[in-house]
T-cell receptor, first 113, second 114 residues
């Protein structure tokens, strides 16, 4: 079952602009992760944010988490053509030792040069 | 450091044929998983393993078998291929708990069953 729902499904921006995508989830969580998938490739882990964190940065990436709204956002600043990819969120669903992740369907980002 | 290696990258099978998708990791990761990715369905967990000799079913295990005889290898066997198994298959590994450490993914195997 899919817990995370990314929004929007697709996003097209110009190089240099910022890109924001959102992830909503249904149950309480311990952690939320964001991954990137370039066309025809495997997923790459970008960042993990814990439920007691509100914001986290990694290079041009900024992730926020609002547990009261059960939502997270991923901001990519000063986007580049190489950022063109699909972005997925994954949560643990507060599953304790379950170790399984619950995946969203992804946001497809196109950065136009 | 190769990470997670999947072979083959592409495969075409006829209905009823069997085959094994290979997955190997060189990071001494304890946890390994197989996912399939289909348009509009996202990633679905097929089988996973928390260590050598231990495997368990995910969301969509029917038609697939796995074994984990070593820490490094986690092959996925299709017993009798069906067109519904046409998909992209990803192997992923994690140090211990993927919800804490995140996954390292392989580059995928694109399987077509005709």
């Amino acid at each position: 079952s899919q817990q995370g729902e990314e929004d929007p499904q697709a996003l097209s921006i110009q190089e240099g602009e910022n890109a924001t995508m959102n992830c909503s989830y249904k149950t309480s969580i311990n952690n939320l992760q964001w991954y990137r998938q370039n066309s025809g490739r495997g997923l790459v882990h970008l960042i993990l944010i814990r439920s007691n964190e509100r914001e986290k940065h990694s290079g041009r990436l900024r992730v926020t988490l609002d547990t009261s709204k059960k939502s997270s956002s991923l901001l990519i600043t000063a986007s580049r053509a190489a950022d063109t990819a699909s972005y997925f969120c994954a949560t643990d669903g507060n599953a304790g030792n379950n170790r399984k992740l619950i995946w969203g369907l992804g946001t497809s980002l196109a950065v136009n040069p | 450091n190769a990470g997670v290696t999947q072979t083959p990258k592409f495969q075409v099978l006829k209905t009823g044929q069997s085959m094994t998708l290979q997955c190997a990791q060189d990071m001494n990761h304890e946890y390994m998983s197989w996912y399939r990715q289909d348009p509009g369905m996202g990633l679905r967990l097929i089988h996973y393993s928390v260590g050598a000799g231990i495997t368990d079913q995910g969301e969509v295990p029917n038609g697939y078998n796995v074994s984990r005889s070593t820490t490094e290898d986690f092959p996925l066997r299709l017993l009798s291929a069906a067109p519904s198994q046409t998909s992209v298959y990803f192997c992923a590994s994690s140090y211990s708990q993927p919800q804490i450490y995140g996954y390292t993914f392989g580059s995928g195997t694109r399987l077509t069953v005709v």
